[in-house]
């Protein structure tokens, strides 16, 4: 996808480490990520182009807009991901304009007004890096919870090992953050009140520039300035002191760390209280601006002296809550959701079963369709710009590569397995150079379950045989997928029952075919978490139900919904199904015609 992270500010932040870590995370899995801002000091992957978002004045935010449309609309960006108050502002007015979808990660405690509280900004989703901060902006400015979602600040962490502890003659205490501000004012109390120089080597590591308010402590403690190499300092350090990110990579390093920000001090970092910094964002974000016992400050300090290292426990809830993969995993999937919701757009995964040739061959069942209609369907899917995508294409790419700026994707899948699949849908595949996915039955000959239906039998119709199935997956064209041995409404049997019919089927065409399957389709769409967790324990990536499922594909890759395929589905019909929205469109009728019978009850 095409990204752009908005940030404003004149220093180096947490929110610049952050947005830059995970950019350059995310432009290695293969997005185009750029950046607008005040400043960047942190080393980035995608093009900066600098816009002065701290000037706030009326002409100056219609020019921010002006100048965000003009790079969404230039580097067709899909996506905007803001990083701060005045940057968020802007962008939701541009990406308004412009109809593309944003989501604010929100760093810190918001002022409350009352045009925050009616115009909160933040776009599609807002995402607080801490429960508190999540619970400030429910409480303070109203904003609904499903509209928030916690995502912590994801940290490089394979660059933070837990290292031995220092030998040094004086202990070293490290104060690793910013002098402006409320984390300067912060500093500044701890250098007066808490801490000893003469008992400790106190320095303090910080982009900023030293204010003249420290100089009268220059003759004892270290302003060590700006730092490019953290690990280290703290690997020197017999207690490191700080909040947010600080705290974090410390932790990480296995140091002593006393958490202490903008909101309140948790005190040195342990088994018993690794939970509520987490929430707090390590002492950054509390119910209050600032809720700091000063008069505690010595004991904790004196306390993480006597300890060497912080535990192993803390290190490693750190590692699994704060890993750059997971952070990445989760915007990724929240980038997809947001997307989709906002443009009302999915890619379409279609649903067809035997095709016929002349008029004798139709069904009773509707689960037909003619092969000449079939073509015009192929040839409509050209002229729209279509590529066609399997599920194994799928599984060696990512979910959010259907995004792909440029591309055009459709999932075509053929259910049940019926001769004509090799010989009246493999030539059109290799006409028009499609793929498809074929779910075979691999227990029954014909289709068996629909001609026993008593109360409305259909005609018999041959399945193809095994070395069919060979023939037709060897073509290139097409991935064969399991679908059970006899077809059977799944929810209905035993699990026993369920997992045979599944397991056994899956085991027959691997066997076959001399490689493991990909995806499963449910018979009928009949399902239920039994049933998913079968497939997902049987090693199936993706499993397709038929007219259920999230509208978002990716929101649950084992209830994949598809949309059906009828005899009297002609172009205009197919058309308006692979649009992109025919789901949505779908979904809120029949949730309009749910309310109408309720009413009408």
């Known amino acids: 996808m095409n990204i752009l ?24 899995r293969g997005h185009n990520v750029h950046y607008v801002s005040d400043t960047l000091t942190k080393p980035h992957k995608g093009p900066f182009y600098k816009l002065r978002f701290n000037k706030r004045s009326i002409p100056r935010r219609f020019w921010h807009v002006a100048y965000l449309i003009y790079l969404i609309k230039k580097h067709k960006i899909q996506i905007v991901h803001a990083h701060s108050r005045a940057s968020s502002w802007s962008c939701h007015i541009a990406c308004k304009i412009t109809g593309i979808p944003m989501l604010t990660t929100v760093h810190g405690r918001q002022p409350v007004h009352a045009s925050r509280k009616r115009f909160h900004a933040m776009g599609d989703k807002a995402l607080p ?4 901060i999540k619970d400030q902006l429910i409480a303070d400015l109203n904003v609904a919870e499903e509209f928030l979602t916690v995502s912590r600040n994801g ?59 420290f100089n009268r402590f220059k003759s004892h403690v270290d302003f060590v300035g700006y730092s490019k190499d953290i690990p280290s300092i703290m690997a020197q350090s017999d207690l490191v002191i700080g909040a947010g990110r600080v705290a974090m990579e410390s932790l990480l390093c296995g140091r002593p760390t006393l958490a202490i920000g903008e909101a309140k001090s948790i005190g040195l970092v342990d088994e018993h209280n690794i939970t509520q910094a987490m929430e707090t964002n390590f002492g950054d ?13 010595k004991l904790e300090v004196e306390k993480g002296l006597a300890s060497s290292y912080c535990s192993k426990e803390v290190t490693n809830k750190v590692h ?13 999937d929240i980038y997809q959701t947001v997307y989709v919701k906002k443009l009302k757009k999915e890619i379409p995964v279609i649903m067809y079963h035997r095709f016929i040739k002349s008029e004798d061959e139709k069904g009773v069942h509707g689960t037909y369709l003619h092969v000449d209609m079939l073509e015009k369907h192929f040839k409509l899917l050209k002229r729209m710009g279509f590529e066609t995508l399997t599920f194994e294409d799928l599984a060696s790419k990512r979910l959010i590569d259907r995004f792909e700026l440029g591309k055009r994707y459709i999932i075509i899948t053929v259910d049940d397995g019926y001769k004509d699949n090799l010989n009246l849908l493999l030539p059109l595949l290799k006409k028009y150079n499609f793929k498809a996915v074929v779910y075979a039955v691999t227990g029954e000959s014909y289709n068996k379950w629909d001609v026993n239906v008593e109360s409305n039998p259909e005609k018999p119709v041959s399945l193809m045989a095994l070395e069919e199935l060979k023939t037709l997956s060897d073509s290139g064209h097409v991935e064969i997928g399991g679908h059970t041995l006899t077809h059977p409404r799944l929810a209905l049997l035993p699990l026993k029952e369920q997992k045979e019919e599944i397991v056994k089927n899956k085991l027959l065409l691997e066997e076959l075919l001399g490689k493991p ?20 324990n049987a090693g199936y990536q993706y499993a397709l139900a038929t007219d259920s499922g999230p509208l978002c594909l990716h929101r649950d890759v084992y209830q994949i919904r598809r949309i059906a395929i009828f005899p009297k589905t002609d172009t205009l019909g197919l058309w308006r199904k692979i649009k992109g929205n025919y789901n949505f469109r779908k979904s809120k009728a029949e949730v309009k015609n749910s309310n109408i019978n309720s009413q009408a009850k």
């Open 129 to 132: 890096v801490c429960e508190a």
């Open 320 to 332: 699994q809550s704060y890993n750059l993969k997971t952070v990445a995993d989760q915007i990724e």
């Open 285 to 297: 974000i509390g119910p209050k601006d600032l809720d700091i016992d000063f008069s505690s400050i």
């Open 155 to 213: 940290i490089e962490t394979k660059s933070f090992t837990r290292t031995d502890a220092p030998v040094n003659d004086k202990p070293v205490i490290s104060i690793i953050g910013r002098l402006t501000g409320p984390k300067g004012d912060l500093c500044y109390r701890l250098l007066d009140e808490c801490l000893d120089s003469s008992k400790y080597h106190i320095q303090v590591i910080s982009g900023s520039n030293v204010e003249e308010r």
């Open 5 to 28: 992270m908005a940030l404003s500010q004149l220093e180096v932040t947490g929110a610049e480490v952050y947005a830059t870590t995970l950019g350059n995370t995310l432009t290695n």
């Open 517 to 536: 399957l990909t995806s499963f389709a449910y018979p009928y769409g009949s399902l239920n978490s039994e049933t998913k967790d079968i497939c997902r």
